[in-house]
């Protein structure tokens, strides 16, 4: 069974670079064809796909916010982190680290395994 757990500051300020790592446990992050993604939900809003960081490495950001974003990860200890930086109360959001593949022939992404998500606040 795959786990993730989000860890970080619950709170940020405004110009600051948010910071959070998401541990993998049973299974690998170098594992083939699985992606490692981030995802938020800011208050009364929907979810939003942030970006992800492959299993080979590579990685992918949603365009709005590719110039403040940085997925990398430690592929020794299971471990992905995102850093998003510049933040604004805009920023404010639970994030999850969700576990991603591909599958069938429209190439459909799956998000299938979750974190519990972690609530983070952007105020001075």
């Known amino acids: 069974q795959v786990q993730l757990q989000e860890s970080g500051p619950g709170l940020v300020k405004p110009s600051q670079t948010l910071s959070l790592t998401c541990t993998v446990s049973?299974?690998?992050?170098?594992?083939?064809?699985?992606?490692w993604s981030w995802i938020r939900q800011p208050p009364g809003k929907g979810l939003e796909w942030i970006g992800y960081i492959a299993y080979s490495g590579s990685t992918s950001y949603i365009p709005s916010l590719k110039s403040r974003t940085s997925i990398s990860r430690d592929t020794s200890k299971d471990k992905f982190t995102l850093q998003l930086s510049s933040v604004t109360p805009e920023d404010t959001a639970v994030y999850y680290c969700?576990?991603?593949?591909?599958?069938?022939?429209?190439?459909?992404?799956?998000?299938?395994?979750w974190g519990q998500g972690t609530q983070v606040t952007v105020s001075s």
């Open positions: 969700v576990r991603t593949y591909y599958t069938g022939s429209y190439y459909t992404r799956v998000y299938d395994y």
């Open positions: 049973g299974g690998s992050i170098t594992t083939n064809y699985y992606y």
